[in-house]
Every structure is written in C-alpha cells, then in structure tokens.
C-alpha cells in the first residue's frame, strides 16, 4: 500500500528533475544561443581572432596612458576565479585609511580636485568591468598627456563610450574600461 501511494510522488520528482534539470536548460541555452550569442557565451572580446577579455569582467591597468578601472578588494585584483568584497563596514577605521590612500594616489595621478567615489571604493565583487563616466571624464586628460593626444579628442572618446541609465533611470551613466581602453589603443594606432 505505501510503495503504491510512493510511486506516482516518486514519477512526478523523475519527471520534474529531468524537465527543470536537463530539458529546459537546454532549450533556453540553445534559444540564447540564436538569439543573443555574444551574451551567451561571456561577452567575450577578442582582438585578431584571440580572447583578450570579457565586457563582464574588470581587468587591471597600471599604465597611464590607459584609463584606470575601480579599485579591486580580492586579494589577487581581479582575478576571475575569485570574486568578493573586502566586508569592512563604513565604519571601519581600515576602511577610511585605504580611502585616504587612494584619494592620494588618484589625486597624485589625476590632479587636485573632486575624486569620484567609484575611485576609490572597491565594488561588491571586485570584479566591476565599469567606471563611472565622471571618474573617466576626470582621468582623460591625464591619459591624453601620457598619449600625447589632444584632451578634447580623449574626452570626445569616453563621451561616444559612454553608457546611459535605461529610460534615464534604470541603472547608472558609466563606461567599459576594457572597451574604451581598446578603443583609445585604436585611435592612437590610426
């Protein structure tokens, strides 16, 4: 009587694992596969047919002559196999002295003036692909001088890179530092 009432319970778990588990994946993959092939498989850059990157993942650049991304918290910056925050709480006496630090050192690089706070504060992950157009409008100039490029034409740039909230209000007005690097190595080629 138990294994009777047992065995349509146990049909319906088999059926539903295979379903939720293997089926529909599957057909979602494949759909996203057509449909968005560049978001489905990473958002992969590549440069002359090599992967060098992914629109989703920071990397870190230490030249001047390139724009440089958000602080990174992990202990090996920005690496892919890791993600986190450094968890210290605003309060954090640890926190305000990094702070501190990094305002000097942007300001050192940057100039004397208004630091953006996605300068100097690591995201969530540590792994955040964008700056916020105000810390790249206020590193282009330094960037132009390391290039020898005349501001305006570096400024042009990061404007027409520039990526807008949705309907003005979903989301932030940033830019890909990966993407604008690339570009700027292009302009600079031509």
């Given at each position: 009587?138990?294994?009777?009432?047992?065995?349509?319970?146990?049909?319906?778990?088999?059926?539903?694992?295979?379903?939720?588990?293997?089926?529909?994946?599957?057909?979602?993959?494949?759909?996203?596969?057509?449909?968005?092939?560049?978001?489905?498989?990473?958002?992969?850059?590549?440069?002359?047919?090599?992967?060098?990157?992914?629109?989703?993942?920071?990397?870190?650049?230490?030249?001047?002559?390139?724009?440089?991304?958000?602080?990174?918290?992990?202990?090996?910056?920005?690496?892919?196999g890791t993600?986190?925050?450094s968890n210290?709480?605003?309060?954090?006496?640890a926190l305000?002295?990094?702070?501190?630090?990094?305002?000097?050192?942007?300001?050192?690089?940057?100039?004397?003036?208004?630091?953006?706070?996605?300068?100097?504060?690591?995201?969530?992950?540590?792994?955040?692909?964008?700056?916020?157009?105000?810390?790249?409008?206020?590193?282009?100039?330094?960037?132009?001088?390391?290039?020898?490029?005349?501001?305006?034409?570096?400024?042009?740039?990061?404007?027409?890179?520039?990526?807008?909230?949705?309907?003005?209000?979903?989301?932030?007005?940033?830019?890909?530092?990966?993407?604008?690097?690339?570009?700027?190595?292009?302009?600079?080629?031509?």
């Open positions: 009587m138990f294994f009777r009432e047992l065995r349509p319970a146990l049909s319906l778990v088999i059926f539903f694992t295979v379903l939720t588990g293997f089926i529909l994946p599957e057909i979602f993959t494949g759909a996203m596969q057509l449909a968005l092939p560049y978001q489905a498989n990473g958002s992969l850059i590549r440069q002359n047919g090599e992967i060098i990157g992914s629109a989703l993942i920071g990397q870190n650049f230490t030249s001047p002559k390139y724009f440089q991304p958000r602080p990174s918290a992990l202990a090996t910056a920005y690496d892919a993600s986190g925050a210290l709480a605003p309060t954090s006496a305000l002295k990094t702070v501190q630090a990094r305002v000097a050192a942007y300001r050192q690089a940057f100039g004397p003036g208004q630091v953006p706070a996605d300068a100097v504060t690591a995201s969530g992950s540590g792994l955040d692909p964008d700056i916020s157009a105000a810390n790249a409008l206020r590193q282009a100039p330094a960037v132009a001088a390391a290039r020898q490029l005349p501001a305006d034409e570096v400024i042009g740039l990061v404007k027409r890179m520039t990526h807008h909230a949705t309907l003005g209000i979903v989301g932030t007005t940033h830019v890909n530092v990966l993407q604008l690097n690339l570009a700027l190595d292009r302009l600079t080629a031509s």
